[in-house]
């Protein structure tokens, strides 16, 4: 979720796309001016495509708030609860049904606490880090990876950005990332664990203004309520799209879920 219009983390390099084939028609719902809100033309560019990656209709999610210390009951009992509730509201569940033949349903699989340390600039390469650690503990027991998304929270005053060890490089040979003090809220991937699993995760930095900084998207009147919309827009861009990551590790566009020829997940093009 970011303002910025690149960000290779959760955005498909645009050579990959070159030489892409859809699958299916997009949406049934026709791009008609009829169909959109006042003000807005259509705009087919923008059109979703239907790869041949897989999709998560089964969705399963569990919270994890790093730094676990640093976060209080009131605050997470909030986002946990109205993020469920965004997750199962019948009205956002219509809109995203479109993009699936079957039905769609997702569970909340509660939420854990994680004592380590969060650095002060959290990186793409801490994203793994946490996930090998929670995996060799015990944490992601009982859960079924290949379906669930692990949504890693985090606390107040850390910096989220996309910067990763082999990262993309720009035609300058500059390494190419997002921060969330440049307009990043979060971003959704998948990590290829040492025991070979496959685990989709999702991350979201507290989004608020302190001292005069912003700090990721801060656009509601209590801070909570940004973590909610980060996270509500990464799990419904993991669930449409949940490979988008191994699309560029592998140069393989028929990899993708739902995406559109001109860049973006079903999140993004709204914005």
Known sequence: MSRQKRSYVVKVDPRVLQAHESRTTPPRVAQTARHLAPGFQPRPNLNMKRFR??????????????????????????????LAGAMSDLGLNNVVRQYFEESISTTFLGRKTDAAT??????????????DALLAA????????????????????????TSATGGVEDEGGEKEFDSSLDGLGGYHGSHNAPDGSIIYFAVAVFSEIIGGRRNGIPIFDEAWKNVVATLYHELTEARTD????????ANK???????????????????
């Open 253 to 271: 566009s028929a990899l993708l879920g739902w995406y559109s020829a001109s860049g973006g997940e079903i999140g993004d093009i709204p914005i």
């Open 118 to 131: 969060v650095p002060s600039t959290y990186t793409r390469d801490d994203v793994s880090a946490t996930l």
């Open 138 to 161: 015990g944490q992601l027991n009982g859960i079924d990876l290949s379906t669930a998304v692990i949504c890693l929270l985090l606390p107040r005053g850390a910096i989220l950005d």
């Open 242 to 249: 949940p490979d988008v990551e191994e699309v560029n590790r």
């Open 53 to 82: 990656g897989r999709l998560l209709a089964g969705l399963s999610y569990l919270n994890v708030y790093l730094e676990g210390a640093r976060w209080s009951a009131p605050e997470m009992d909030a986002i946990d609860c109205a």
